[in-house]
């Protein structure tokens, strides 16, 4: 199973003996067809917000919400992501969803990660438009109380929460227009928050691609313009 690199599973001594350090880690899940500036806004500002030690980016192989389309090869949206996070320390690519070709719940994610992570603190983070659709995932009650998620909103989206019952309205804690995370004794939240405001779509870098534009190559890191270039990536 992908693991993150041990180097980072920092242990503290303390004077009643040797103790393992909870850590912070937010998991986004996405496609990332193709990974842009916006999502890794999204990571630094989450990582400042909520204190993150880690901040993990799991590419799926085909999103089970998404299976009328067909996403660009899993292999080159891994290779892009590794290229866009590679200069960011605390940023990682997680391989678990990419090595089954089957649809992959997240349920099923947050479960594997739970058992994997047992002792940290762990995030799922989701956009707006993916809250705005949780009823339509699989067991979403569960998902939702499985870890904490912070829920990103976006410019010009407003967020409801009428779709949802009222014990999960009730673990729902709105940071929107704060700096801090709230979140030092409080587990199984739903956090909203509006610090990243930065509306980049990767279906419109896709578009300007395929239309010969090159506009589209200030929305993506260099790395990643460059690889999808030379590999004829969405034409």
Known sequence: ???????????????????????????YGGSFDPPHNGHLAIARALTRQFSLDEFVFI????????????????????????????????????KREIMRPEPTFSVDTLGSLNKQFPDDKIFFVMGADSWQDILTWREWETVL????????????????VGHV?????????????????DSAQIDKRIYF????????SA??????IRDGSTEW????????????????IYK
């Not at 009222?166 to 804690?173: A, G, H, N, P």
């Not at 928050?193 to 980049?200: A, E, I, S």
Request: charged share 30%; aromatic share 6%; hydrophobic share 35%.
């Open 193 to 200: 928050t509006d610090v990243v405001q930065c509306d980049v």
């Open 165 to 181: 019952t009222d014990s999960v309205r009730e673990r729902i804690v709105d940071l929107r227009g704060k700096s801090g995370d």
């Open 217 to 232: 190559r200030t929305d993506v890191p260099d790395t990643v313009a460059k690889y999808i270039l030379k590999y004829q």
């Open 59 to 94: 590419p799926a192989f085909h999103a089970p919400h998404k299976l009328r389309l067909e996403p660009t090869s899993a292999y080159d949206r891994f290779a892009m992501l590794c290229l866009a996070t590679q200069a960011e320390d605390n940023f990682t690519v997680d």
């Open 203 to 208: 279906t419109e870098i896709r578009r300007s």
């Open 1 to 27: 199973m992908p693991r993150l690199p041990r180097s980072r599973w920092t242990k503290r001594l303390s004077l009643k003996g040797l103790t393992l350090k909870m850590r912070r880690i937010a998991f």
């Open 145 to 160: 109380t499985m870890t904490n998620h912070i829920v990103v909103t976006r410019p010009g989206h407003e967020i409801k």
